[in-house]
Nanobody, 117 residues
Framework: QVQLVESGGGLVQAGGSLRLSCAAS????????MGWYRQAPGKQRELVAV???????KYAASAKGRFTISRDNAKNTVYLQMNSLKPEDTAIYYC???????????WGKGTLVTVSS
């Protein structure tokens, strides 16, 4: 089992920045990709960014150029630096970890990001 704990959400004005963190614990040796999804009110959960254990990244079109995902494998922690935030970025942001060798995906409980206009 893997446990994921997010931190760093909050209220910020449009144009501001936030940094989200997600610390993994438990069977972290099984983790390959880690990343962030978000779910806005009334919308489906969507991918924001993902990073593999080797450092390859993938971003949603809405995140490219504004968000940066990074990972500290020694600390089993993934980060999401969010700049130039917009009101439409308001959502609950969920940390995600994939453990393909176990056939498991893990999710954190989420952290709320609110961007005011």
């Amino acid at each position: 089992q893997v446990q994921l704990v997010e931190s760093g959400g909050g209220l910020v004005q449009a144009g501001g920045s936030l940094r989200l963190s997600c610390a993994a614990s438990g069977s972290t040796f099984s983790i390959n990709a880690m990343g962030w999804y978000r779910q806005a009110p009334g919308k489906q959960r969507e991918l924001v960014a993902v990073i593999t254990s080797g450092g390859r990244t993938k971003y949603a079109a809405s995140a490219k150029g504004r968000f940066t995902i990074s990972r500290d494998n020694a600390k089993n922690t993934v980060y999401l630096q969010m700049n130039s935030l917009k009101p439409e970025d308001t959502a609950i942001y969920y940390c995600y970890a994939a453990a393909p060798s176990y056939g498991m995906d893990y999710w954190g409980k989420g952290t709320l990001v609110t961007v005011s206009s």
